[in-house]
C-alpha cells in the first residue's frame, strides 16, 4: 500500500527558509499518473491546502505562499518537496504529504477529502 514520509521540518527564523520532503513508497505506476501535495495545520485551524501538483503536471499553491514556496518532485526517485523561502511566524505549522491514488473528479486541489494517502507530518516552527 502507499505510503507518506515526511522530514526536513524544524526551526527557523523569520525570513528564513526551509524545504521539506516526502519519500514515496508502494505506488503501483509511476509518480507522474497520482496527484501529490502539501497541506498544513496550525495549531487551532483547519487543514489548509498549501500547493499541490495535477496529473498534467501543473501545479497550485495556496494565494498566501504564492511566490514564496516551491513545490517539485523527482519521480525517479519517488520523491515530493516543498521549498519555503523567506517563512513568517503565519508559515507555523504540521505540514502534510499528500496522494490522490484514486484519481477522483469531485474536490478541487485544496480539499482535503480529494486525498485518501497522508503522511503523518512534520513540524515547521518560524520564529520571529
Known amino acids: 500500500h502507499v505510503q507518506l514520509v515526511e522530514s526536513g521540518g524544524g526551526s527557523v527564523q523569520a525570513g528564513g527558509s526551509l524545504r521539506v520532503s516526502c519519500l514515496v513508497s508502494?505506488?503501483?505506476?509511476?509518480?507522474?499518473?497520482?496527484?501529490f501535495g502539501w497541506f498544513r495545520q496550525a495549531p487551532g485551524k483547519e487543514r489548509e491546502g498549501v500547493a499541490a501538483?495535477?496529473?498534467?503536471?501543473?501545479?497550485s499553491y495556496a494565494g498566501s505562499v504564492k511566490g514564496r514556496f516551491t513545490i517539485s518532485k523527482e519521480n525517479n526517485k519517488n520523491t515530493l518537496y516543498l521549498q519555503m523561502n523567506n517563512l513568517t511566524p503565519e508559515d507555523t505549522a504540521i505540514y502534510y504529504c499528500?496522494?490522490?491514488?484514486?484519481?477522483?473528479?469531485?474536490?478541487?486541489?485544496?480539499?482535503?477529502?480529494?486525498?485518501?494517502?497522508w503522511g503523518q507530518g512534520t513540524q515547521v516552527t518560524v520564529s520571529s
Open positions: 501538483f495535477g496529473r498534467d503536471g501543473s501545479t
Open positions: 508502494g505506488l503501483t505506476y509511476t509518480m507522474s499518473e497520482y496527484r
Open positions: 499528500v496522494a490522490d491514488t484514486r484519481g477522483t473528479r469531485l474536490h478541487t486541489w485544496d480539499s482535503p477529502s480529494r486525498y485518501n494517502i
